[in-house]
C-alpha cells in the first residue's frame, strides 16, 4: 500500500465532504443577479451578484474571478444580505468585446453563461445564453439590461422601453436576445469631426475674401472717367 494513500475513514470523510459541497451547489440556496448598463458610447457597466445560503460563521460562498486584463476596470468583493453569502463583481466603461470576456468569468458554481453584444451599422443586438442546468430549480437568477436607446425586440420581459429583464430557468438551457438602435459613436465622431473642419473651411474662405475685398487696390485705373 502507498504511504500517500489516505485510510478508508479519511476517505470517507472526504467524499461526504466533497458530496455535501456539491448538493449545496445544486441546491436552491443560490441567487444570481446581473445588472448590465450600455450607454451610447457602446461602453458597458454594472454589477454581477453570486451568492448562496450561509452554512457557518467561515462560509464564504461562491467566489468570481476575473481575469487579469479586466483587473484595472473590474473588481471583485465580498457581499452579504439576508443570510446570502458570495461575491460581487462591479465593472466599467468595457467595450463589447471586454463584456463578452467577463461574461464567461469563472466562478465556484456550476453552469455556464455566455453573452455578446454586436453592433452592425445603427443596429446593436444582445445575444445570450445561460446553460443552468446543473443548478438547483429552486435558484433565483435575474439578468437586467439597460440600453441607451429604445429596445425594438426582444424575447425578455421589458421593465421600461429601455430596459429589458429575464429570469432564466434554473435546470434547464436559457437564451436570451433584445435588439435596439443608435447612432455607432465612430460615425458620430467622425461626423462632428467633419463638420468642424467644413467649419473651418468656410470660415477661413470668409476672412480670406474678407482680406482680399479691403486690401483691394482702390486707385484709378487707366480709362476711368473722371469726373
Not at 2 to 13: C, D, E, Y
Not at 129 to 149: C, H, K, M, W, Y
Request: charged share 20%; hydrophobic share 40%.
Amino acid at each position: 500500500m502507498s504511504q500517500t494513500a489516505l485510510p478508508r475513514r479519511a476517505r470517507t470523510v472526504v467524499a461526504t465532504l466533497l458530496v455535501a459541497t456539491f448538493a449545496l451547489l445544486l441546491s436552491g440556496c443560490l441567487r444570481a443577479d446581473v445588472d448590465v448598463s450600455i450607454n451610447s458610447d457602446d461602453r458597458v457597466s454594472g454589477r454581477i451578484v453570486v451568492a448562496q445560503r450561509g452554512a457557518g460563521d467561515d462560509f464564504a460562498g461562491p467566489q468570481l474571478r476575473i481575469q487579469d486584463s479586466l483587473r484595472t476596470r473590474a473588481r471583485v468583493q465580498p457581499w452579504t444580505d439576508e443570510g446570502f453569502v458570495g461575491s460581487e463583481l462591479i465593472f466599467s466603461d468595457l467595450s463589447f468585446a471586454d463584456f463578452r470576456q467577463l461574461a464567461q468569468t469563472s466562478s465556484d458554481v456550476p453552469g455556464s453563461f455566455d453573452v455578446r453584444l454586436v453592433r452592425n451599422g445603427s443596429d446593436v443586438t444582445l445575444t445570450g445564453r445561460a446553460d443552468l442546468r446543473n443548478i438547483g430549480e429552486d435558484a433565483q437568477i435575474r439578468i437586467s439590461v439597460t440600453f441607451p436607446s429604445s429596445v425594438n425586440s426582444t424575447n425578455g420581459d421589458q421593465t421600461s422601453n429601455r430596459s429589458v429583464t429575464w429570469t432564466p430557468t434554473a435546470g434547464q438551457l436559457s437564451t436570451f436576445r433584445a435588439e435596439t438602435s443608435y447612432t455607432d459613436p465612430n460615425t458620430r465622431s467622425f461626423a462632428g469631426w467633419a463638420g468642424f473642419v467644413i467649419g473651418g473651411s468656410v470660415a477661413a474662405a470668409v476672412v480670406v475674401g474678407a482680406l482680399a475685398w479691403f486690401s483691394r487696390n482702390r486707385s484709378p485705373k487707366p480709362g476711368d472717367l473722371v469726373h
